[in-house]
T-cell receptor, first 113, second 113 residues
Framework: KNQVEQSPQSLIILEGKNCTLQCNYTVSPFSNLRWYKQDTGRGPVSLTI?????NTKSNGRYTATLDADTKQSSLHITASQLSDSASYIC????????????FGGGTRVLVKP | NAGVTQTPKFRILKIGQSMTLQCAQD?????MYWYRQDPGMGLKLIYY???????DKGEVPNGYNVSRSTTEDFPLRLELAAPSQTSVYFC????????????FGEGSRLTVL
């Protein structure tokens, strides 16, 4: 069964600091890997989409990296702000299964002043 | 451009009642999904549709039904509501080949008492 595992489950960081979230997946071959931000009580919003041939993609202070050989992705948040407090979800598309989407469990980030 | 619209935003049901959660998208997307998210947990797929007239079960379909009579609408029906169906429900849509951005609605919070 294809899996997407995210770590840590949660973390607390101080405003202005950087942090990195991890996503390990077993989906292979995959079409693309997405990172989403979900604010409490809201629907997830897309941060980045990377195909298997891309290594990195940025969206403002968010930078996603992808290593297709080791099946790992990371999301780096630079100079965190209070508004970065949210859950971050990794989603991988299974190319062999009609691009079926497999969701990770998410990492909950709390930014403290 | 409204994106994905869900109604109602909040609803309280008594055990055994039935209701329909509405979802509409105006992006001409073929693929549509229904997810549920329990407190502190990840998204679980209930049902999905790859086009009008075509629906299929996801991970947790029991107690739910769907229909897809048009490209735009994908309603989720709860028959005989149970406390275990207390959750937040998200509808999402994506383009034809499932490789683009996945757009989510703002969610419908359902409580069954």
């Amino acid at each position: 069964k294809n899996q997407v595992e995210q770590s840590p489950q949660s973390l607390i960081i101080l405003e202005g600091k950087n942090c990195t979230l991890q996503c390990n997946y077993t989906v292979s071959p995959f079409s693309n890997l997405r990172w989403y931000k979900q604010d409490t009580g809201r629907g997830p919003v897309s941060l980045t989409i990377m195909t298997f041939s891309e290594n990195t993609k940025s969206n403002g202070r968010y930078t996603a990296t992808l290593d297709a050989d080791t099946k790992q992705s990371s999301l780096h948040i630079t100079a965190s702000q209070l508004s970065d407090s949210a859950s971050y979800i990794c989603v991988v598309s299974d190319r062999a299964a009609g691009n079926k989407l497999t969701f990770g469990g998410g990492t909950r980030v709390l930014v403290k002043p | 451009n409204a994106g994905v619209t869900q109604t109602p935003k909040f609803r309280i049901l008594k055990i055994g009642q039935s209701m329909t959660l509405q979802c509409a998208q105006d992006m001409n997307h073929n693929y549509m999904y229904w997810y549920r998210q329990d407190p502190g947990m990840g998204l679980k797929l209930i049902y999905y549709s790859v086009g009008a007239g075509i629906t299929d079960k996801g991970e947790v379909p029991n107690g739910y039904n769907v229909s897809r009579s048009t490209t735009e609408d994908f309603p989720l029906r709860l028959e005989l509501a149970a406390p275990s169906q207390t959750s937040v429900y998200f509808c999402a849509s994506i383009n034809r080949d499932n490789t683009g951005e996945l757009f989510f609605g703002e969610g419908s919070r359902l409580t069954v008492l």
